[in-house]
């Protein structure tokens, strides 16, 4: 009586445990096929990339002397043409001083020399003085002005100089070092700061048997930020160029990527790159689906019934955009008819 009384309960029990679950994740009626057959996916190999600017640029110094401003630091952002730093050379101001008292002394015999002129042409229309005296005024007239075109062009060359005490951005870009600091002695043509000019791409570097699958135009996959530990998320990639040289037994290539321009120069992000062909089956995302932790799918069975069938899935594939679709590892043959659950 007691064992009629256990198995009563028991079999409550499994009644109220498997019915729900059962009835809520089977899937619904069968509906499109699919027929499974083998194709050619890509052999995609996990590298690490490197993000490096298109461009590395100096900002140099045209005239040499001390740092007086420094306007820049690592990390900032500058267009072409801002003022990086500011040099100064104490012997330039003094250069210009000396070269105004200079102007100033040309002025004067210029202006004598000019009042000499005068006289001497106005003595020469009454017949008192000869031709040669008002020649003779006129050279030293005309060498005084010289003289003074000569001091005021010497300044403009000075100021030149002044002016080119500024430091210019060659480039737009990110400051990756600054390598003074206020107050330092630099001499002409040292560096300023280092920019990373233009856009960032990613440098790949795989074992040199994959190098002759890869080829300018290559799509790759982009993982998302290793900083960034909750994007999971991938972007595609094209590769841009393929060097002809090996580096260590590594061939070399670089892939532009969209949204590189707020990661870190030298940051490393993984991406999926093709290493050849492979055969495999591949089918619809829309054909596969989840059942007690189980991926299944739909078969059509010899007598035209339809059978769920456990498979063991690969990686997922997209397919130009239209469709996600899903490798296949095992659980299909060639040839099976699929339906839609």
Do not use: C
Not at 77 to 100: T, Y
Not at 105 to 124: D, F, M, N, Y
Not at 309 to 332: F, K, M, P, T, Y
């Amino acid at each position: 009586m007691a064992s009629l009384f256990v198995r009563a309960i028991f079999f409550l029990l499994s009644a109220a445990a498997l019915t729900p679950a059962a009835s809520a994740q089977s899937p619904p009626q069968a509906g499109e096929t699919f027929d499974v057959h083998a194709s050619d996916v890509d052999d995609l190999k996990s590298v690490y990339a490197t993000v490096r600017s298109r461009d590395v640029v100096e900002a140099r110094v045209r005239t040499g002397g001390t740092i007086v401003s420094l306007n820049v630091d690592e990390g900032d952002q500058v267009e072409a043409g801002k003022v990086l730093a500011v040099v100064a050379d104490p012997k330039i101001a003094l250069r210009i001083k000396a070269l105004d008292a200079q102007i100033v002394a040309a002025k004067s015999r210029a202006e004598t020399a000019q009042t000499e002129l005068q006289r001497a042409e106005q003595l020469a229309g009454r017949g008192v003085t000869s031709q040669a005296r008002v020649d003779q005024a006129k050279t030293a007239f005309d060498v005084a002005s010289n003289d003074l075109k000569a001091a005021q062009a010497e300044r403009s060359v000075v100021e030149t100089q002044l002016e080119e005490g500024e430091v210019l951005a060659p480039s737009a870009g990110r400051v990756l070092r600054v390598p003074v600091t206020v107050g330092s002695v630099t001499l002409l043509g040292e560096s300023i700061a280092t920019i990373a000019a233009n856009e960032y791409l990613l440098r790949v570097e795989v074992p040199e048997r994959h190098a002759r699958f890869m080829k300018k135009g290559d799509v790759i996959r982009v993982g998302g930020r290793e900083l960034e530990t909750a994007s999971r998320s991938t972007t595609e990639g094209k590769i841009t160029q393929v060097y002809p040289q090996l580096n260590n037994g590594r061939v070399i290539a670089d892939a532009e990527a969209p949204g590189l321009g707020s990661y870190f120069v030298g940051e490393r992000v993984l991406t999926w790159i093709s290493a050849g062909k492979r055969t495999a089956f591949v089918v619809p995302q829309r054909f596969v689906f989840r059942r007690y932790g189980l991926d299944y799918v739909r078969l059509v069975g010899p007598s035209g019934s339809p059978q769920d069938v456990v498979v063991q899935l690969g990686r997922s594939i997209a397919n130009d955009g239209d469709q996600d679709v899903v490798e296949i590892l095992a659980g299909v043959a060639e040839g099976d008819t699929l339906v839609q659950p």
